[in-house]
């Protein structure tokens, strides 16, 4: 950010992209934070995939509580007072996008493969954030689960300096539907709430949960 | 006074101004109305939807102020309904493509073959679709151009939506030298495409090798990208595939023939050591 003849200009010079905007303002405060991952390369959906490394087995009637990692995108922001606007959005992590379900009634998602740890792991946090993935299964027959696809329009982020972090569930209706949701509360105490590209926005996010229904 | 003139049974000058005021007025509240609603579901509500809220509104208001103009102007809504059938009928005969068009239109927007935004071909034109009005389909060709198409043509004619679906595959054939690689090449190709954000991950892209042409080994590759920027990515990745084979000195093939000789040429006698193009045979 620098000076420029009585005004301000943004200007950013990485990842192959070059960034310049002159922001027509004198004053004002920059807020640099983690935010959903759906602005890069395009916005093109609101679906997050996560795909399992490996095949994860549910218990009847079990609770499981899992970790996983998520793709972040780093948004900053400009607010001359109460709020706040998004001038760029970059991210260091791959980008990909997959289908879940048929051409036809399926919807796009963004793709991310993640390892399943039972504990904690330690995650690079300009790159991956930590998700505390809470699966219920009410069936009474194991469920094996590949993959968990999230409404990302309702990511609840928190950050710290070491870790981005959110809480999600995913309660297995049957052996092939389940359904996803996140909550509002930080992995760890003293986690900053992001300020997400959404709500930033004041989109009124009205189902944050969504019904995996085709397939697990 | 003028205004208290009869003009037909008991009504006056005054009653035909009101009954115009009235629908003047109407059509101005509508007009503005489908403009506010417009203005303001604009970022709230899909385009297509936000159309059709935005006429149904604005048809609604002209309606209710037709109906409440009819009994100023002396008709009575009783007498209409019996008068219906025979108005009906004479409306039908002289008006069929009018009234043909605008059936299809209403099937048109219960059956939603085609959406506003859409990328269409109806009977060979393609474009984007405008609007949809109840009497006519408007497209905006690749080429910039309008197109009005009746209604009627539109529902009888066969329709190709190509974003109905969220995704789409496109192809290509990667002819490469009999001398390469081919195991390689479907790698190099595999990778590019893992690489793409928009080459979906699932379906599974394939490149495999399809036929052994008369020139070349041909690889077959299938991609699926998202419907809305499959053409996009259709052309970024050809030529990044035909540069990433090149830089691993593996060539795309052109087409040539092997010609025999009967008689060896004359001062090729004793060269047959010398290098030779690498897909001519020894005996060539």
Same mark, same amino acid.
């Given at each position: 950010m620098q000076k420029d003849r009585g005004g301000l200009v943004y200007k950013r010079d990485c990842l192959e992209e070059h960034i310049e905007k002159r922001l027509l303002a004198t004053k004002g405060k920059i807020l640099v934070t983690p935010v959903e991952p759906l602005n890069k390369p395009k916005a093109l959906t609101q679906y997050l995939l996560v795909e399992f490394e490996k095949t994860l087995a549910i218990e009847p009637e079990g609770t499981e509580k899992i970790f996983l990692t998520f793709p972040i995108e780093i948004a900053v922001y400009i607010s001359p007072d109460k709020d706040f606007e998004v001038i760029d959005i970059l991210t260091l992590t791959r980008q990909k996008f997959t289908l879940y379900g048929?051409? !036809?009634n399926g919807i796009i998602c963004k793709y991310w493969k993640s390892d399943v740890f039972s504990t904690m792991p330690s995650v690079n946090p300009i790159q991956e954030g930590l998700m505390e993935l809470t699966v219920a299964n009410t069936n009474a027959q194991w469920v094996e689960l590949t993959k968990a696809v999230f409404n990302a329009y309702g990511m609840k982020l928190y950050y710290s300096n070491t870790m981005v972090s959110m809480k999600a569930s995913m309660n297995l209706k049957t052996r092939n539907r389940a359904e996803t949701d996140f909550l509002d509360?930080?992995?760890?105490? !003293?986690m900053k709430k992001s300020l997400e590209v959404y709500a930033a926005r004041k989109m009124?996010?009205?189902?944050p949960k969504f019904i995996m229904e085709f397939g697990l | 006074m003028i205004l208290n003139k009869v003009l037909y049974h008991s009504v006056t000058v005054f009653d035909l101004i009101t009954a115009a005021l009235i629908v003047i007025i109407a059509a101005v509240i509508a007009k503005v109305l489908s403009l506010y609603l417009r203005r303001f579901l604009k970022e709230k509500i899909v385009k297509e939807h936000l159309e059709i809220i935005a006429k149904v509104v604005s048809y609604s208001i002209i309606v209710i102020a037709l109906l409440m103009v009819l009994p100023i102007l002396g008709v009575r809504l009783s007498g209409l309904l019996v008068a219906g059938g025979i108005v009906g009928l004479a409306i039908g005969f002289a008006s069929q493509s009018i009234i043909g068009n605008l059936i299809s239109g209403l099937f048109l927007m219960i059956e939603r073959p085609v959406k506003i935004g859409n990328a269409v071909d109806i009977d060979g034109t393609a474009g984007i679709v405008e609007d949809i009005s109840i009497i006519a389909t408007t497209l905006r060709t690749f080429d910039g151009l309008y197109v009005r198409l009746p209604n009627q043509n539109v529902f009888t004619s066969k329709i190709t939506n190509f974003?109905?679906?969220?995704a789409r595959r496109f192809e290509y054939v990667v002819g490469i030298r009999y001398s390469d690689d081919a195991d390689k090449s479907v790698a190099i190709i595999k990778n590019l495409i893992e690489e793409h954000p928009l080459a979906l991950k699932n379906p599974e892209p394939q490149a495999f090798v399809d036929n052994l042409g008369d020139n070349a080994v041909n690889i077959i590759v299938r991609i699926w990208s998202p419907a809305t920027e499959w053409y996009g990515v259709k052309m970024e990745l050809l030529w990044k595939i035909k540069q990433a084979l090149e830089k691993e000195g593996i060539e795309i093939a052109f087409p040539q023939r092997v010609v025999w000789f009967a008689n060896e040429l004359? %001062?090729?006698? %004793?060269?047959?050591s010398e290098p030779r193009h690498p897909d001519l045979g020894e005996n060539a």
């Open positions: 048929d051409p !036809g509360s930080p992995l760890k105490k !003293g009124s996010i009205t189902a | 974003v109905a679906n969220v004359r %001062g090729w006698e %004793g060269k047959r």
